[in-house]
């Protein structure tokens, strides 16, 4: 059965502290990782999208990696306004604009 | 340019009762969907579209109806409300579906339905 598996469920961070989250996916066919944001009582926001292993991309403090079974979202130097949910999502060839999204891992960062 | 509006963001039910959840986009987007997200769960596809006239049911279509009539609008309909569908719903929208069959979603601020 296809999975996608985030940790830590919860992550504590003092400003500055750098750290990753993971996102582990067991799935056929993969046609692109999604990493979005969620800030509380919002919609998901997009932040980066994945598509072969080796790729990498960045925005601002934020860095997404990808290998053939997880991908890796670095923290670099956070600050408080870093502090959301960070959902993992990834989609299968096999059927098409579906998405399965992990649990989400839940940031905080305090100053 | 709006988005993707959801409305109402807040609604009670009692259980058996019929509604309704708006979601419209002004993009020109394709794929629109729904996406209910409960505590300790991921997002949970429910319905999807990929055109208008075109609609099908992704992991949790059970109690929910949906009908695409035009491109904007994308209603979930939930027949005989219980409470195991209280939940937050999202609807989320993307610009088509690439070649790849990757696409990326904008989603909505959410509703939250109870159900009592």
């Known amino acids: 059965e296809d999975q996608v598996t985030q940790s830590p469920e919860a992550l504590r961070l003092q400003e500055g502290e750098s750290s990753s989250l993971n996102c582990s996916y067991t799935v056929s066919g993969l046609r692109g990782l999604f990493w979005y944001r969620q800030d509380p009582g919002k919609g998901p926001e997009f932040l980066f999208t994945?598509?072969?292993a080796g790729e990498e991309k960045e925005k601002e403090r934020l860095k997404a990696t990808l290998t053939k079974k997880e991908s890796f979202l670095h923290i670099t130097a956070p600050k408080p306004e870093d502090s959301a949910t960070y959902l993992c999502?990834?989609?299968?060839?096999?059927?098409?604009?579906?998405?399965?999204f992990g649990r989400g891992t839940q940031l905080t960062v305090w100053p | 340019n709006a988005g993707v509006t959801q409305t109402p963001k807040f609604q009670v039910l009692k259980t058996g009762q019929s509604m309704t959840l708006q979601c419209a986009q002004d993009?020109?987007?394709?794929?629109m969907s729904w996406y209910r997200q409960d505590p300790g769960m991921g997002l949970r596809l429910i319905h999807y579209?990929?055109?208008?006239?075109?609609?099908d049911q992704g992991e949790v279509p059970n109690g929910y109806n949906v009908s695409r009539s035009t491109t904007e609008d994308f209603p979930l309909r939930l027949l005989s409300a219980a409470p195991s569908q209280t939940s937050v719903y999202f609807c989320a929208s993307s610009y088509s579906i690439t070649a790849s069959g990757a696409n990326v979603l904008t989603f909505g601020a959410g509703s939250r339905l109870t159900v009592l």
């Open positions: 994945l598509y072969s």
């Open positions: 999502a990834v989609n299968r060839g096999s059927t098409l604009g579906r998405l399965y």
């Open positions: 993009m020109n987007h394709e794929y």
């Open positions: 579209s990929v055109g208008a006239g075109i609609t």
